[in-house]
């Protein structure tokens, strides 16, 4: 027997309840609650796929159900539909604002109910199945780059090998460790959209993940004459200077590299890409420059998802994903293009 999707029908009147498990019965499996404590308890016991769920209640009404829903980590991911005779739209967007995905009015339209819930339900089967192919190829990906990042070390053991294979081993190793950590950020930056990630920020020398970026996109920028320099508190870093921060290095190397990958595809031949670091007693500044203007097209969406202008294997995620991982860090981020030179700076308090 197949396993029906369960739907938590929640009205403190009998009539309408029996009017969706009426519409509802065949295809879901249907449990009901005529009050929000009883809902609750429901909610947390049965784990329903989808809850429809009546707004004007006594006692506790349907803005408070939602809310103690979402606050409970057991239930916070079960989409709410919330079912009212109400049409001001202050009411809807009170709903929405709340974590509620849709509304559906009464009296009850049949082929409405019926689709609202089937559509969500498809869905959330649709995330669940991304999430699980995401954690399948995490997985299974990870195995052949355990001998990426692991056998150039084996060979430079294995002999006396001259600066330039041991350079060339060494890039080998690197896109190793990209590859991995851009696995790592698949789930990352989905949980980021959701809400849901968990942030754990530790000491780190940023400096040291600027010129790992940098060590990346070394040879286009050679080919094209470009320089790519690290600037700390105001003047050119030296080599081994050191920028301690706190926060997630994985994430700021994803973000770094997206924005210095940016920055050398929009910037002319023979031009500097700089990546700033700065500090105060409240914060802290890290800023790439770059010259050149951004698009008319795209200067009022910069950081929105698939924003991308001119570019044949642009996928308009980078700028968005930086703003996800500024935002990770409780920071934000801006852009500014005047006097041909495009900035983009991420704040983070400290």
Do not use: W
């Not at 369960?6 to 009147?13: I, N, R």
């Not at 089967?125 to 995490?138: K, S």
Request: glycine share 8%; proline share 4%; aromatic share 6%.
């Amino acid at each position: 027997m197949s396993h029906k999707p369960t739907v938590l029908a929640v009205d403190d009147t009998p009539e309408n309840l029996h009017v969706l498990m009426d519409l509802l019965k065949v295809d879901y499996a249907i449990i009901a609650a005529k009050d929000g404590e009883k809902a609750l308890k429901l909610a947390h016991s049965k784990e329903p796929d989808i809850i429809l769920l009546d707004v004007m209640m006594p006692g506790m009404d349907g803005y408070e159900v939602i809310k103690r829903l979402k606050s409970e980590e057991r239930t916070k991911d079960i989409p709410v539909v919330f079912v009212t005779s109400l049409s001001e739209a202050g009411d809807e967007t009170r709903g929405l604002a709340l974590g509620a995905i849709d509304y559906i009015t009464k009296p009850f339209n049949p082929d409405i109910v019926k689709a609202r819930v089937r559509n969500h339900l498809e869905l959330r089967e649709a995330v669940r199945m991304r999430e699980d192919v995401e954690r399948i190829m995490r997985h299974d990906l990870k195995s052949p780059l355990t001998s990426v990042i692991s056998l150039p070390q084996l060979i430079l053991m294995s002999g006396d090998f001259d600066d330039h294979i041991k350079s060339m081993l060494g890039r080998i190793e690197d896109a190793g460790y990209t590859v991995l950590s851009m696995i790592n950020m698949s789930t990352a930056l989905f949980k980021m959209e959701r809400g849901t990630y968990s942030f754990v920020p530790e000491s780190f020398d940023l400096a040291a993940v600027v010129r790992k970026v940098f060590l990346g996109y070394e040879d286009t920028a050679q080919m094209r004459g470009q320089e790519l320099v690290l600037e700390i508190e105001g003047s050119t870093a030296v080599p081994g200077q050191e920028f301690m921060f706190f926060g997630e290095e994985l994430l700021c190397y994803s973000m770094l590299g997206n924005l210095v990958g940016n920055a050398v595809d929009a910037s002319p031949k023979g031009g500097t890409i700089r990546v700033r670091l700065q500090q105060t007693d409240d914060s802290v500044r890290i800023s790439v420059h770059n010259p050149g203007m951004v698009p008319e097209d795209i200067k009022n969406r910069f950081f929105a998802k698939y924003a991308t202008s001119g570019k044949d294997r642009g996928t308009g995620l980078g700028t968005y994903s930086a703003k996800l991982i500024a935002q990770a860090h409780k920071g934000d981020i801006f852009m500014d293009s005047v006097d041909n030179e495009v900035s983009v700076s991420v704040v983070i308090p400290r």
